[in-house]
């Protein structure tokens, strides 16, 4: 029933910030927790954050805690991802995942829907 999409990938340079947008083109996601993962060529999908349906509760991955920002706005039916200091390391496919569960989850397992991906890239 949801579809999503996510936009504000590209191209950056080491230190700089790029804020992603997780927009639902059909369905709502205002009731339910969000999720942010990526994936590297050849790695596994790597969870990122996560977001309550309120907004009112976050979590972030190890490898970016401290230095992305998950965030929500309802009306406009979109989540974001502020991503602040990237590294060469952070380079992927991002994907934003709508959970089915009302629950802050860390893993794949729960999530129903997914974006197609936006591209990040942080040369060095």
């Known amino acids: 029933q949801v579809q999503l999409v996510e936009s504000g990938g590209g191209l950056v340079q080491a230190g700089g910030s790029l804020r992603l947008s997780c927009a639902a083109s059909r369905g709502t996601i205002s009731n339910y927790h969000m999720g942010w993962f990526r994936q590297a060529p050849g790695k596994e999908r790597e969870f990122v954050a996560a977001?309550?349906?309120?907004?009112?509760?976050?979590e972030y991955g190890d490898s970016v805690k401290g230095r992305f920002t998950i965030s929500r706005d309802n009306p406009k039916n979109t989540v974001y991802l502020q991503m602040n200091s990237l590294k060469p390391e952070d380079t992927a496919v991002y994907y934003c995942?709508?959970?089915?569960?009302?629950?802050?989850?860390?893993?794949?397992?729960?999530?129903?829907?997914w974006g197609q991906g936006t591209q990040v890239t942080v040369s060095s």
């Open positions: 977001i309550s349906s309120g907004g009112g509760r976050t």
């Open positions: 995942a709508k959970n089915r569960h009302n629950i802050i989850a860390t893993t794949t397992g729960t999530y129903d829907h």
